[in-house]
């Protein structure tokens, strides 16, 4: 049985750059719609959304509380198949320091993104600390 794959290096790249870095409430909504299904779920690592209007309203958010410099930046290519697919990224200030890295891991529905994951990655100096297997305890 062959399926044709929708493409997930597309669908995840404009979730980034037409949602995540886009500062203009009407195109991100815009975005939102075309990329989304009808009720996406999004999870945080300390929160879930539900709805294209909350993903819209919290990405908005978060460009304004880092200010009119900080962007996401994909690393490499998205990696997927059979409905689920991720891409790594950084974030921070245009020309900058890296303030965060992380990755977007999504359920892909009907070529659109149904369930999103946001990992951020631990701060450098406590992944080092769980690499060497020193837990604290």
Same mark, same amino acid.
């Given at each position: 049985m062959t399926t044709t794959e929708p493409d997930y290096d597309s669908l995840l790249r404009s979730n980034l750059e037409r949602v995540f870095n886009e500062r203009d409430a009407t195109k991100r909504e815009l975005a939102v719609r075309e990329l989304f299904v009808d009720e996406p779920v999004m999870h945080e690592p300390t929160n879930s959304l539900l709805g294209r209007a909350a993903i819209s309203e919290v990405a908005g958010k978060l460009l304004e509380q880092f200010g009119p410099d900080f962007?996401? &930046?994909p690393?490499?290519?998205t990696v997927g198949h059979h409905g689920f697919a991720y891409l790594r990224w950084h974030a921070g200030p245009k020309g900058g320091a *890296?303030? &965060?890295t992380g990755m977007d891991?999504?359920?892909i529905v009907?070529?659109?993104i149904?369930?999103?994951w946001v990992l *951020?990655?631990?701060p450098a100096s406590s992944n080092s600390a769980v690499q060497r297997g020193d837990t604290g305890t």
């Open positions: 962007g996401f &930046v690393e490499g290519g *890296i303030a &965060v891991a999504a359920e009907d070529g659109k149904a369930r999103l *951020i990655d631990p």
